[in-house]
């Protein structure tokens, strides 16, 4: 099984910037892809990066190419979401997911963003 705790959330203005972080304990971090999602209000939670087991492949939804960044450090079991120019559309809260047959989801963090 699979922990994850994330935390960085919080109310910033359009433009601003934050950095969400997933810490994970249990099995070997390194052997699951991650990703965040985000479920913003009254919608459907929805697949925002994704970062492989070793971090050098990265894949993000078309709604925040350019601004956010995933990055992930195995040796310290950490996963990462830094976002740039933030939107109010990016409001949510964050979920952060560890793949496998049995997908592993944190608690998630809210994000805010006011216009």
């Known amino acids: 099984q699979v922990q994850l705790v994330e935390s960085g959330g919080g109310l910033v203005q359009a433009g601003g910037s934050l950095r969400l972080s997933c810490a994970a304990s249990?099995?070997?971090?390194?052997?699951?892809?991650m990703n965040w999602f985000r479920r913003a209000p009254e919608k459907e939670r929805k697949f925002i990066a994704g970062i492989n087991r070793s971090g050098d492949g990265k894949f993000y939804a078309d709604s925040v190419k350019g601004r956010f960044t995933i990055s992930r450090d195995n040796a310290n079991n950490m996963l990462y979401l830094l976002m740039n120019n933030l939107k109010p559309e990016d409001t949510g809260v964050y979920y952060c997911?560890?793949?496998?047959?049995?997908?592993?989801w944190g608690q998630g963090t809210q994000v805010t963003v006011s216009s």
């Open positions: 249990g099995r070997t971090f390194g052997n699951y892809g």
């Open positions: 997911n560890a793949e496998g047959p049995v997908p592993y």
